[in-house]
């Protein structure tokens, strides 16, 4: 009888114990979440953007800003119908996206051979 409170505790135990961190784990991913949700972060590497074409919603409103990853190169990013440049470590700048069109993203920086095919397209849809 007393065996088996034992190996009933045991399993609540463990079982409690696995919901707690999944519960921590979840939490975790959640604040990542909501810290990213109005950030657009243009990643810099190697003479290309992170990526080609940086879908945005119509009416959105951003918080832009840059960090080149480790790789070859450093790079800025400006963004010359917003009037906007981006350089790394820099606090972001917020911008509202209300008209449909689409911006060219390119590399301020005289960064070497790839410097001048280096772009990127926002596309506000
Ligand atoms: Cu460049």
Redesign the pocket.
């Known amino acids: 009888m007393h065996k088996w409170i034992m190996v009933s505790l045991f399993v609540i135990a463990s079982v409690l114990g696995i919901v707690v961190t999944f519960d921590a784990i979840g939490q975790h991913e959640a604040v990542e979440e909501v810290e990213d949700e109005n950030a657009l972060v243009f990643k810099a590497v190697n003479w290309n953007f992170d990526q080609e074409e940086y879908i945005i919603e119509k009416g959105q409103t951003l918080k832009l800003s840059m960090r080149n990853l480790p790789g070859e190169g450093k790079?800025h990013v400006k963004i010359e119908d917003l009037g906007i440049e981006l350089l790394p470590g820099e606090e972001p700048v917020e911008v509202t996206f209300d008209e449909a069109r689409s911006y060219t993203v390119i590399?301020s920086?005289?960064?070497g051979d790839g410097?001048e095919t280096?772009a990127s397209t926002i596309i506000v849809q």
């Open positions: 790079h590399c920086l005289p960064c410097h280096m």
